[in-house]
């Protein structure tokens, strides 16, 4: 159809004066100009700023019944955030964040013992990192902020957050409960921990939501026949990676300990003598077929050079061999911030690094 032909006829199909089949048949092609028109045009990509609308459409791209719960979807994804330039900070606030991130559907009969083992998970990584002073921080909703800041359902917002406080209290966990600092569909944790020099830190939350499972029509078939929407329980233990790790570089003073430094193991000679490199070759083999991050410094580089800058770039552990050592199967061991530590068997040496190392040793 010409274009003239079919301006002509759009006139006649506005001022109502087209015949009833040709406007049908006009409407229908204008439909099919326009999709054609689309799958013409390039895609859109879009950055994601969160995980759950994914979560959710997983859940929701089959049917569950009772029986599927809890379900638990997890994610090391990467997420978005076009944060304002003087929002910016270091580690602390970025725009392209990593979590290991999870969504949680359940019964709220299987609410308490999910958001229990959420808040174990928690307390397991604090003996983990060595955190010993933390709280855990129960915001609440405030009634005035119903239908505005918060999701108008003032007996789930009760119910939910009974449950919620029920839980902290029959785990004996050191809380605060604060009003109207809730996320908008539910109650939440904010996880708050100090690092070694007294700074707080914000690391993990753990959240209810009993709104957006029914706005995405996510169901499940229950007991009785009937469809009922689940509870979802967001967490991220850790927060943001990027954030997390800038926590540890304070809270350590960036003296990791072995498990968790980058720099684990450096082997060094006292010089470039063939016989001692031979000896010392073989200890870095066995600690890399291990899966040790270890560097080796077999030049002719002064000792106290080397020493230096091990202790500079923060290795953890340095191992030194000598000619004494190597006569008597051993190897000095000398730690970042530690000092030496004495002669060794280098098998014993070698069982310790890889034994501390599995243990996550402080």
Known sequence: METKEFELIEQAVKASTAPAEIAAAFTELSALRADLKR??????????????????????????????LPLRLAEYGTCYRYEQSGELFGLMRVRSLNMND?????????????????????????????????????????????????????ELWKKTQDMVRKVLIESGINYVEVANEAAFYGPKIDVQVWSAIGREF??????????????????????????????????????????????????????FPLWLAP?????????????LINYAKPIVTELRANMVRVESDFSATPFKAKIADAEKTR??????????????????VRLHHGGPQGAKPKAEVVADILASIKERRA
């Not at 979560?55 to 049917?63: V, Y």
């Open 315 to 332: 290795v953890h552990t340095m191992l030194v061999i000598g000619g004494r050592d190597m006569e008597a199967g051993q190897v000095s």
């Open 202 to 255: 914000t690391i993990a939350t753990n959240q209810v939501d009993f709104a957006v499972p029914a706005k995405f029509g996510l169901t499940y078939r229950d007991k009785d026949n009937s469809n009922k929407t689940p509870l979802c329980i967001h967490r991220a233990p850790l927060g943001t990676h990027e954030r997390f790790i800038g926590f540890l570089i304070e809270h350590y003073a960036g003296n």
């Open 39 to 68: 799958l013409g045009e390039p895609e859109s990509y879009y950055l994601k700023a969160m995980n759950c609308p994914h979560h959710h459409r997983i859940f929701a791209a089959e049917p569950h019944s009772y029986r599927d």
């Open 263 to 275: 720099d684990q193991v450096r082997v060094m000679t006292l010089n470039d003598d063939e016989a």
């Open 102 to 154: 999870a969504h949680i559907y359940c019964t709220e009969e299987q609410f308490a013992d999910e958001f229990r083992a959420v808040n174990d998970m928690y307390l397991k990584y604090f003996k983990i990192f060595g955190l010993e002073k933390y709280q855990m921080r129960f915001s609440t909703h405030a009634a005035e902020g119903l239908g505005k800041k918060y999701v108008n359902e003032p």
